[in-house]
């Protein structure tokens, strides 16, 4: 079952500017689906349609079998479900200390106390933040914004997770740990959706990988099937994997045939094919 699903949407700023243009976006239930696209590709934008912080010029969203409707009803119906981790932190904590931040999603559901407590308590450290609960947000570094505002989610325990560019700005041992933890969630049956341009990380990590480019999914498929158009991920302004460029170059200019395509993605799946073809 889809349980994020847009059928044909498109959307204009209003001063105009047009930043999605016919687009269907599907996310199958449990699943880890990372959306890459350079600059302005409409990534924040489609994002933003699917908790009805934009509603679209045209088309419709359904989100775990839901028209998106845009009365208060049904959006407090989805912002249970579905929690976004906005792209700059900033636009996201707003509560006078980090505590009180990350507790304002279970304080506004009506839990007890004691579970927001915890809850806030679990956050933290799950994003490894701990002993910063006093805090005032803009006495935080950028990378430790962006964890507050993942734990704030973490906190409200929704049915899917939207984070755009989760790993942005933190350093790679932060960047390791909130990925690790994306796949622990998954784990535990929670959707994920990430938008990023850390194309390394995408085979690592995707079971599902769209492209967008001017407002337009260009392609959708595995991180293979995706990866091994290099035409079209270099057209949107993106690159390989550097492993797979390696093997690229490597195949092009010494013709070593260990590093035909498909290339490897990953440092692991090198390592393999290079072992089988016992060449160290
Ligand atoms: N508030 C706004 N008003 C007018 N145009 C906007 C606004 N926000 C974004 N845009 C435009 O919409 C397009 C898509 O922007 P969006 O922020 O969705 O891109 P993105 O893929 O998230 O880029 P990035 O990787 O830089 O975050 C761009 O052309 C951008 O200039
Ligand atoms: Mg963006």
Redesign the pocket.
Known sequence: MNIIETKNISYH???G?P?LHNVNFKVEEGSKVALL??????????FLHFNGIIKPSKGTIFVDGDEVKYDKKTLLKIRQKLGIVF?NPDDQLIAPTVKEDVAYGPLNIGLPNNEINERVKESLKSVGLEGVERKAPHQLSGGEKKKVAIAGILAMQPKIMVLD?PTAGLDPKGASQIMKLLYELNQKGITIVI?T?DVDMVPLYASKVYI?SK?TIIKEGSPQEIFKDATTIRDANLRLPRIAHLMEILNKKNGLSSCKPPYPLTIGEARRRVLEQNLI
Request: hydrophobic fraction near 25%.
């Open positions: 700023y209003p001063d500017t930043a696209g350079a600059n302005g590709a409409g990534k924040s934008t489609l792209q560019e938008s341009h967008m407002g």
